[in-house]
């Protein structure tokens, strides 16, 4: 099992570009989070989804959206760029059940310039 | 309202002897409890959670965490401190509110040095 991947590892954008954070997990997983990681500021979620075709916000969804259009893909989308939304972005996906522990992927690091 | 909190930004240790790191927690109902261990450039990885029975949790590399309700704590150690464990460590808690949604509540993570 590859576990949760995600793509790209490194991305630079301009202000005002969009682009696409892929995530994928091969362990038949419901439920998926995207979070994002800021120095000294722990892990912030922005979206989450229960399953295919659910999604939700989290605690800091502005200017990102999602989709969950099959159990193993969760992507994330920035909509015009902004140097606040430089970022380490991690995905992870647990089992269903609030008592189940997350498994979380590599990440992206972002930078908007 | 539900929260994590970390006291420490850095805990240093010697190899050899034993950690500690910090966690207490505020949260309503029954808390769901969890260390994440995060290497450089890497992503976090599971180490151990309380959900319900003994205080005592053991998880993964040797390390186990102490659950104390009266003291809203979840503290992190380990006997023996390897320079290998030297990483970030972050406290997660379920977000109780959420009604089964898996949600987390993360500290801020501490910095674990652990020197030679």
């Known amino acids: 099992n590859a576990g949760v991947t995600q793509t790209p590892k490194f991305r630079i954008l301009k202000i005002g570009q969009s682009m696409t954070l892929q995530c994928t997990q091969d362990?038949?997983?419901?439920?998926m989070y995207w979070y994002r990681q800021d120095p000294g500021m722990g892990l912030k979620l922005i979206y989450y989804?229960?399953?295919?075709?659910?999604?939700d916000k989290g605690e800091v969804p502005n200017g990102y959206n999602v989709s969950r259009s099959t159990t193993e893909d969760f992507p994330l989308r920035l909509e015009l760029a902004a140097p606040s939304q430089t970022s380490v972005y991690f995905c992870?996906?647990?089992?269903?059940?609030?008592?189940?522990?997350?498994?979380f992927g590599p990440g992206t690091r972002l930078t908007v310039t | 309202a539900q929260s994590v909190a970390q006291p420490e930004d850095q805990v240093n240790v010697a190899e050899g002897n034993p950690l500690t790191v910090k966690c207490t927690y505020s949260?309503?109902?029954?808390?769901?409890l969890f260390w994440y261990v995060q290497y450089p450039n890497r992503g976090l990885q599971f180490l151990l959670k309380?959900?319900?029975?003994?205080?005592l949790v053991k998880g993964s590399y040797g390390f186990e965490a102490e659950f104390n309700k009266s003291q809203t704590s979840f503290h992190l150690k380990k006997p023996s401190a390897l320079v290998s464990d030297s990483a970030l460590y972050f406290c997660?808690?379920?977000?109780?509110?959420?009604?089964?949604?898996?949600?987390?509540?993360f500290g801020q993570g501490t910095t674990l040095q652990v020197k030679p």
């Open positions: 309380y959900i319900t029975g003994d205080n």
């Open positions: 949260v309503s109902g029954n808390p769901y």
């Open positions: 989804s229960v399953g295919a075709g659910i999604t």
């Open positions: 362990m038949n997983h419901n439920y």
């Open positions: 997660a808690v379920r977000d109780s509110g959420s009604s089964n949604t898996g949600k987390l509540i």
């Open positions: 992870a996906s647990s089992s269903s059940g609030a008592s189940y522990e997350q498994y």
